[in-house]
């Protein structure tokens, strides 16, 4: 859902089944960091709450492929972002 909304074509999505019928994972979730416009639909989009925008804006990248986030970079813990979800929380 969140790569066909993105207006800037920024996310590349690559899923795979499991085990459990109708149920299915990212093999491969990347956003270009190059692309991004920080509009944050996909995180308004996300019924699951998987992508939280953060704070971090100073992002500087010395390649093309430095700003491609893949899910080492994307996936951090919960607590980092807990004001945030709390604001989602209250604002849904
Ligand atoms: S915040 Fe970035 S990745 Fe998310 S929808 Fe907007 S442009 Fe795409």
Redesign the pocket.
Known sequence: M??R???????EVQASETEKEKERYPVKFE???V?????????EVCPEEA?I?SKDFELVFNSQEEAIFGKDKLLVPRQKLESRLKYLKESR
């Open positions: 969140c790569s909304v993105c207006p800037a074509l920024a996310i956003i270009n960091m692309r991004c416009i920080f509009c944050g639909f996909c995180e992508i925008m």
